[in-house]
T-cell receptor, first 110, second 114 residues
Framework: KQEVTQIPAALSVPEGENLVLNCSFT??????LQWFRQDPGKGLTSLLL?????REQTSGRLNASLDKSSGRSTLYIAASQPGDSATYLC?????????FGTGTKLQVIP | DVKVTQSSRYLVKRTGEKVFLECVQD?????MFWYRQDPGLGLRLIYF???????EKGDIPEGYSVSREKKERFSLILESASTNQTSMYLC?????????????FGDGTRLSIL
């Protein structure tokens, strides 16, 4: 059974800090790993998708890495801003299914 | 701009009612998904569909059914609503061959069963 874990559940940082969000998965038969952002009361917005053959993806101030051997992915956010405050979810894509973590709620304090 | 639209943002229904949640996408996606999201449990897949009139059970299909009569529309049906179905419901879609990559989500329907 696929399980995806995100620790911590909540994180508060001052504006301008660089930060790392963690995601652990148990199934080594991973097809891809996605990071999403969810604002309160809203749906999910895809941020980055890493295929199993890749090690990282970058978009602007975001960088996501994938280490299949250790079952871990990280989302690095550079120079955090108050607008980055949201819940970040990772999702492991397997054969015909996606398993989501429960998310890390990030608050960036001005 | 690509869009997945869920018919209601908030919905309040009574126990035993038949409830319909509608989702429409304008991206010509083959795959469509229904999830529910609960605190501490994350997103759980209820049903998905990879083509018109096709449906597959997800992880928690009990108490739900779905309908996909047109490519752009995927409906979730609560046959007889119960209080444990109070939740946030999210619809998503993706292209064919991307069952493991639901990339586009609607804004969700927060459903309360009283």
């Amino acid at each position: 059974k696929q399980e995806v874990t995100q620790i911590p559940a909540a994180l508060s940082v001052p504006e301008g800090e660089n930060l790392v969000l963690n995601c652990s998965f148990t199934d080594s038969a991973i097809y891809n790993l996605q990071w999403f952002r969810q604002d309160p009361g809203k749906g999910l917005t895809s941020l980055l998708l890493i295929q199993s053959s890749q090690r990282e993806q970058t978009s602007g101030r975001l960088n996501a890495s994938l280490d299949k051997s250790s079952g871990r992915s990280t989302l690095y956010i550079a120079a955090s801003q108050p607008g980055d405050s949201a819940t970040y979810l990772c999702a492991q894509g397997g054969y015909q299914k996606v398993t989501f973590g429960t998310g890390t709620k990030l608050q960036v304090i001005p | 701009d690509v869009k997945v639209t869920q018919s209601s943002r908030y919905l309040v229904k009574r126990t035993g009612e038949k409830v319909f949640l509608e989702c429409v996408q304008d991206m010509d996606h083959e795959n469509m998904f229904w999830y529910r999201q609960d605190p501490g449990l994350g997103l759980r897949l209820i049903y998905f569909s990879y083509d018109v009139k096709m449906k597959e059970k997800g992880d928690i299909p009990e108490g739900y059914s779905v309908s996909r009569e047109k490519k752009e529309r995927f409906s979730l049906i609560l046959e007889s609503a119960s209080t444990n179905q109070t939740s946030m419901y999210l619809c998503a879609s993706s292209f064919h061959g991307q069952i493991n990559q639901p990339q586009h989500f609607g804004d969700g329907t927060r459903l309360s069963i009283l």
